[in-house]
Every structure is written in structure tokens, then in C-alpha cells.
């Protein structure tokens, strides 16, 4: 007898993922910016790239190397598109005010 898994996997992707939170290939990513999603924050909306539970911190710099490549934007000009959110977790005031 055998016992079916409860978790259920979906295969694994051949193509490079550029986020793994989100499971958002390199070509999801290329297609979507020839669409015109050609900003960070279209692409985070539409394919959801950097909205998964490490909040774009693996993800992020790898899209915004393929926006430049894609758009022939300087990387610098794409990473200032980029937004730092703030800690997920709670931080108690006294971190910051000092004791
Ligand atoms: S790898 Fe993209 S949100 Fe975590």
C-alpha cells in the first residue's frame, strides 16, 4: 500500500528562475517587458516578482539586470526604481531610541 503525498509539487521549471518566492522565470520576465511592462514596479505587479516572503531581497537585482539588458537602461538608472520596504518584522521602538 502506498500513501499519496499530501503536499502536492509542481514540476520544476527548466528555465532560470529569477524569483523563487514568486516561481517567475527569466523568459515570463523577458516576455513581460517586450509587452511593455518596462518599469520595476509593472513587473512586481504583473508577474508578482519580489512579492514573495523575502520581499525581493534574491530577486530584485537579478530583474533589474535583465530590465537594463532588455531595455537598454543603465543598471544604475533601473535600481533607483527600485523601493526598500520596511522590516517585516516588528521591531520594538527601543531599537531605535536607544536605552
Ligand atoms: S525571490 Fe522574489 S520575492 Fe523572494
Known sequence: MTHASRVTRQEPKDEP???RCEEVTLP??????????????????????????CQGRT?????????ARET???LAEVMEEISTRPPLIPIPFEV???K
Open 59 to 67: 530577486c530584485l537585482p537579478l530583474l533589474a539586470r535583465v530590465l
Open 28 to 53: 515570463e520576465v523577458v516576455q513581460a517587458i517586450r509587452e511593455g511592462y518596462d518599469t520595476v514596479e509593472e513587473l512586481k505587479r504583473h508577474l508578482r516578482v519580489g512579492m514573495g516572503p
Open 96 to 98: 531605535w531610541r536607544g
Open 72 to 74: 537598454g537602461r543603465s
Open 17 to 19: 528562475i529569477v524569483c
